[in-house]
């Protein structure tokens, strides 16, 4: 089998049947992390400028809804590697404050130099959203 490089090392994966139980970190629902997945998927298709996203430049959205889908599945368990690190672990024992700081080390310390800022940003305000229940969504509905 060929050597698939970085990026689609984590993103041509097989989707894997959602797991029952949550991280223990998420404090969000699963039907609140599956409406905010969905949303992000069915924004792909809009024009940046009309995805309500007021955090985001419309030059960033494609890869802050690309990191928000990848995140919803990662805590939802449909998706094995993890964002920005692309490291599996065993579900539901997942690191999520870890790729929290992921995320704010490829914003401020220029850590993960492949990873955009704005696929960063997407990572870091859904994983802030899915653990708090004082976040906005990174979506607005």
């Keep these: ?31 609140e ?6 949303d992000a998927l069915a924004s792909q298709a809009r024009e940046p400028g ?6 985001c430049s419309p ?3 494609a890869s802050a809804l690309e990191a928000i889908i990848h995140t919803t599945r990662w805590l939802l368990g449909e998706r094995e590697w993890a964002p920005i690190s692309r490291t599996l672990y065993d579900y539901p024992d997942l ?23 704005w696929y960063a940003g997407g990572v870091k305000r859904t994983v802030e959203w899915a653990t708090s229940v004082d976040k906005e969504r990174p979506i607005f509905e």
């Design 1 to 31: 089998m060929a050597e698939t490089s970085w990026w689609n090392r984590g993103n041509a994966q097989p989707t894997q049947a959602p797991a029952q139980d949550l991280p223990a970190s998420v404090t969000r629902s699963r039907g």
């Design 33 to 38: 992390l599956e409406k905010l997945r969905d």
């Design 50 to 55: 009309d995805v309500r996203m007021m955090w």
């Design 59 to 61: 030059d960033g959205v």
């Design 95 to 117: 690191p999520v404050g870890r790729i929290a700081g992921h995320a704010t080390d490829a914003i401020f310390e220029g850590r993960w130099p492949e990873v955009s800022e």
